[in-house]
Every structure is written in C-alpha cells, then in structure tokens.
C-alpha cells in the first residue's frame, strides 16, 4: 500500500506516519528527516540541502526525486510506504507516480490533514525531538518539563532549526504556493481523502484507519495482532495506551 501524508508543516504527517507504520507494518519514509540527517553527517546531498531547509525553501525536484528513488528501490519499500513530506510539488508527483509504475505499483492514497494555521504555529513553537530515537514531543514550557530527555531512550531534546517564527512563516508561504496544488491534482485523480488533523492525535490516527478501511486497503484481521488503536476504529477491541509521540 502506497500512502501519502499531504498537509502544511506542523499538521502531524510525522506523528501519524510514525503510528501508522507501527500498526500497518511498513516503512515510514520522511523526505525532511532524510534531509536532516544528511546535513547533520554533512554529506554530499547534505551540503546541498542545507540552504534550502535553513531558509524553509523546496530542496530542488530533481535532488528530492533521486532521494525517494533510491529508497524506493529498497526491497522493504517496494511491498508499500507511507511518504510523508514527499510529494510536495506537481513535478514530484508526476516524478511519483513514473517511479511507481516502473515497479509495478501506484499510489493508493492521499491522505490531506487539515489544521488552522495558528495552531500550526503554536506546534511548531513547541516542538521537541529526541536526538536519538526521533520521538516528537509537545512541551508548553519547554524542555524542563521533562528534564530536556526523551521519555522513551532518555535522548537528549533539541528544537528544529526551521522552526523558528521566521522560517516557519516562510515553510507556510512555500506550502500554501507550491504544495497546495496537489489538493486539487490528487483529488481530480480520485486518490484524496480529507482527515481532520486538528483533534487528539489518536482520533486522527483512528480517522485514517477508517478512510483506510473504506477503501479496502486495510485488513482488520492483519490488524489484530498490532495495536488496540487500530481495531479500536474499526470496530474492535480495548484502548490501549498511546505512544510517545505527541
Ligand atoms: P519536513 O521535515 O517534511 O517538514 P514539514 O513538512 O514542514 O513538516 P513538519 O515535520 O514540520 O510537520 P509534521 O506535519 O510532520 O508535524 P509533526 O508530526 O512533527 O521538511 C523540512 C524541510 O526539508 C523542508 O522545509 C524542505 O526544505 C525540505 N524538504 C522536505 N521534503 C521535501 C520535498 N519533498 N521537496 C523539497 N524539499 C523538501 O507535528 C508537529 C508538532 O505537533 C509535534 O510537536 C507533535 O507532537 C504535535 N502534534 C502532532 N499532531 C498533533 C495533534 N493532533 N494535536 C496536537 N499536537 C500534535
């Protein structure tokens, strides 16, 4: 199964992708931790993204196109992923879907999260991320609140550096000119399901499942041995407790 998250910085692609992968059991492949991680091992493709995401701008298509290729072409992608960040131009779309059918496959979904612009500030203003395991927390007063370690391997707690108010106005101006479009691309192909992402995290996560389920692309048999989460919203079992992201 070929997903797509689709939505402007902050709507929860990484958050739901990452659930989402646990309970459907494929990759999550995130252009932008693709990215960040080059930069951070200054690799070739790092120094090249590295202006780009300081200043909030689209990483050329052409680079970003080779990227998702190559981790396409991995045997653990080819039975299905879910693409967050990526396609976020009507070139990279187009760039998508000729990968796709050259391995056979197609995109199966397109998954839009929609959340009002102020409270996309207000996530990205406080958000953490765990070097070490990339957990994303949610910290009102910052870091002191949870002793600046990740609750889950005690990794040390840092701030995006594009997520300041200034570049984040500028990754908000970026998607609403260049990414937005492919609302009405991925729609006009049938492929577009509008998700509420302004809701509890797991509420979004069981609002997926369902449009999954509608579509046929989800088995709640193969679900039960995942998460309570997942048979939760398709008619199933108990509440489980949620994961750390969040
Ligand atoms: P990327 O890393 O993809 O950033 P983004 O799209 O701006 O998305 P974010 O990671 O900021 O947000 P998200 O939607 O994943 O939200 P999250 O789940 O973390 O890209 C960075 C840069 O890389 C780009 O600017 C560009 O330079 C480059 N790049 C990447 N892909 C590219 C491409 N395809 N082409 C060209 N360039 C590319 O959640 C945010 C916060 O909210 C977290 O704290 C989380 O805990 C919290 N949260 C999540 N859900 C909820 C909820 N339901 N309720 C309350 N809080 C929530």
Redesign the pocket.
């Known amino acids: 199964m070929f997903v797509v998250l689709l939505?402007?910085?902050?709507?929860?692609?990484?958050?739901?992708a990452q659930a989402l992968s646990k309970q459907l059991g494929i990759p999550h492949v995130?252009?932008?931790?693709l990215?960040?991680e080059a930069v951070a091992n200054q690799t070739r493709l790092g120094r090249l993204?590295q202006p780009?995401?300081e200043r909030?701008?689209?990483?050329p298509?052409e680079i970003?196109i080779g990227l998702v290729r190559e981790q396409l072409e991995r045997s653990a992608s080819r039975r299905g992923v879910l693409l967050?960040?990526?396609?976020?131009?009507v070139e990279?779309a187009r760039g998508l879907s000729a990968l796709l059918t050259e391995l056979g496959k197609r995109v199966n979904i397109v998954l839009r999260?929609s959340v009002p612009s102020d409270e996309l500030v207000r996530?990205?203003s406080?958000?953490?991320t765990c070097r070490q395991c990339g957990a994303?927390?949610?910290l009102r007063a910052g870091p002191p609140d949870a002793a600046g370690t990740c609750g889950a391997c005690r990794g040390e707690l840092y701030q995006r550096t594009?997520d300041t108010p200034e570049v984040v106005r500028r990754?908000l101006q970026?998607y609403f000119e260049r990414t937005d479009p492919l609302v009405s691309f991925y729609r006009q192909a049938g492929f577009l399901v509008d998700i509420n992402?302004?809701?509890?995290?797991n509420a979004?996560t069981d609002e997926i499942l369902r449009a999954l389920n509608q579509r046929r692309l989800v088995n709640p048999m193969t679900l039960d041995g995942h998460s309570g989460s997942a048979k939760r919203s398709l008619g199933g079992a108990a509440r489980k407790p949620a994961t750390p992201?969040?």
């Open positions: 939505g402007p910085p902050g709507a929860g692609k990484g958050t739901q995130a252009t932008g931790d990215f960040r993204a780009y995401l909030g701008e689209l990483v298509d970003t967050d960040g990526f396609p976020r131009t990279q999260l996530r990205l406080q958000r953490w994303v927390y949610q594009d990754r970026v992402g302004d809701q509890e995290v979004v992201r969040g």
